[in-house]
């Protein structure tokens, strides 16, 4: 059965959704699409179960697959270097604007708030959400470089297949099982970065030469992102929150008076450099776990992807895709 491409442009609302209340995955799984969660370093195995309605922990221990079968499915990695980045820059001057900042954002965060917790995504949204500062400048850089994937889909036990057919059809099937599973990994990273005031009354004090990717609060862009940083007139507080899911690292510095100002620059110098080589990044991470296009990875070698960070997605499929589902739950031949 060929899959339906998965776009970039499919899942922009992460960055942008403006309603708090907004429950992203809820909206996905009511239309049965595919749902791609933003990871953190922790290892969860391909064909994992996992049940949508659960919020708090909606991973299952049951498995309605055939183990022998699983375990003979290929998990294959497929680099395309490059090919998918992107990157969002944003500025507001209203305290409630600052979802327009938020990492995961709200649609992602009232879905699965799971998420939120020990990743460096969620340490941001959260240190974010305290930021009561008017004036706001964040950037975001995302780059993906390939995918590890099931070469085929995994078949259903005895068991599961009764379930469909005679123990109460497709609904008491994803009750025990859970209406999504793990298909594959989206490998790459994710870096962050946001400057706040609670005043912005700028006074140019002195000039730090910076690598910047866009126009950010106190930040004169040029074509090459260099210029001049600013300070605030004595007083003013300038904040910086910043994450990097490759290196599992998260930043949040106050500068409180204007001789903090080298400090809080150097600051931002070292998440814009970690933004402007996480291609390079990315690619040491497999190369040194000797992983190229093509191959064909083992368990512990997928663990190592998501318990390293590397495995900066998962891309889990509806149950009801799955091939043993559709021709069980239609077909009246099937015995």
Not at 153 to 177: I, S
Not at 249 to 268: C, F, H, P, Y
Not at 290 to 307: I, K, W
Request: hydrophobic share 35%; net charge negative; proline share 2%.
């Amino acid at each position: 059965m060929s899959r339906q491409k998965i776009q970039d442009t499919e899942f922009d609302d992460w960055l942008q959704l403006e309603e708090e209340d907004t429950n992203w995955v809820a909206q996905q799984t009511a239309q049965g699409l595919p749902l791609v969660l933003p990871w953190k370093k922790q290892a969860v195995r391909l064909g994992t179960c996992f049940r949508s309605q659960r919020l708090d922990d909606p991973w299952l221990k049951d498995n309605p697959f055939i183990l022998s079968d699983f375990y003979m499915i290929p998990k294959v990695l497929r680099s395309n270097y490059g090919s998918t980045s992107s990157f969002h820059s944003v500025s507001t001057s209203r305290k409630t604007e600052t979802g327009k900042h938020l990492a995961l954002g709200f649609g992602v965060g009232v879905g699965l708030p799971f998420l939120c917790s020990a990743s460096v995504k969620g340490t941001y949204d959260e240190d974010l959400k305290e930021n009561n500062d008017s004036d706001k400048s964040s950037i975001r850089a995302s780059l993906r470089c390939g995918v590890v994937e099931l070469e085929r889909d995994p078949r259903l036990c005895h068991e599961a297949l009764a379930m469909l057919k005679y123990g109460g059809g497709y609904k008491a099937f994803t009750e025990q099982y859970g209406d999504y599973f793990v298909w594959g990994y989206r490998l790459g990273g994710d870096t962050g970065l946001m400057i706040s005031s609670s005043a912005f009354e700028k006074k140019k004090v002195e000039q730090y030469g910076i690598e910047l990717t866009v126009e950010v609060l106190l930040i004169e862009v040029s074509h090459k992102w260099t210029k001049d940083f600013h300070t605030f007139s004595a007083g003013k507080k300038m904040r910086l929150l910043g994450y990097d899911t490759l290196s599992d690292t998260n930043w949040n510095v106050t500068m409180e008076t204007s001789g903090d100002i080298e400090r809080l620059s150097k600051q931002a110098e070292d998440v814009i450099l970690r933004s402007q080589n996480l291609l390079e990044r990315s690619i040491k991470a497999l190369e040194d776990q000797g992983m190229f296009h093509g191959d064909h990875l083992t368990n512990a070698q997928c663990d190592v992807l998501t318990s390293s960070g590397i495995a900066v997605e998962l891309v889990l499929l509806p149950m009801s895709t799955l091939r043993d589902v559709a021709r069980w739950t239609t077909e009246r031949n099937v015995i």
